[in-house]
């Protein structure tokens, strides 16, 4: 791995994994206010696509080589890009709308970026 990231206590270190588990927190917020029909549909997708970044965040950053963390980084862009159809979907239904469905989706752009740069980072580097 790289130096500055051998340096890393855990995964919590990582503004990458923080900004996960904030996206993850906003999603949550965002489905409260979706249709009970929804409730095993697109709240439980999101909601699982939401975990899942900062998830394999953190299992990817406890692996033992950089190959497996750029692995799982690779994984979490996968669920992000997922969470930025469905976020889109269901403001196209009219589920979501407003301010937090704005910070959500800045939030999923933000966080691609970051993922990306990463990723390519520790690709580099091996």
Not at 30 to 46: C, H, I, K, N, Y
Not at 88 to 115: N, P, Y
Request: glycine share 6%.
């Amino acid at each position: 791995m790289t130096p500055e990231l051998t340096r890393l206590r855990d995964y919590r270190d990582l503004l990458v994994w923080q900004k996960g588990m904030t996206l993850a927190k906003a999603i949550y917020q965002v489905t409260q206010a979706f249709p009970d029909t929804e409730r095993f549909g697109l709240v439980s997708q999101m909601r699982r696509a939401a975990v899942s970044v900062p998830s394999n965040i953190a299992e990817g950053q406890a692996r033992n080589t950089t190959g497996e963390f750029v692995q799982f980084l690779s994984h979490a862009v996968g669920s992000v890009s997922e969470l930025d159809t469905q976020l889109t979907l269901s403001a196209e239904l009219g589920f979501c709308w407003g301010a937090k469905a704005q910070e959500a989706h800045a939030l999923i752009l933000e966080l691609r970026k970051m993922l990306t740069a990463l990723r390519k980072k520790l690709s580099s580097s091996r």
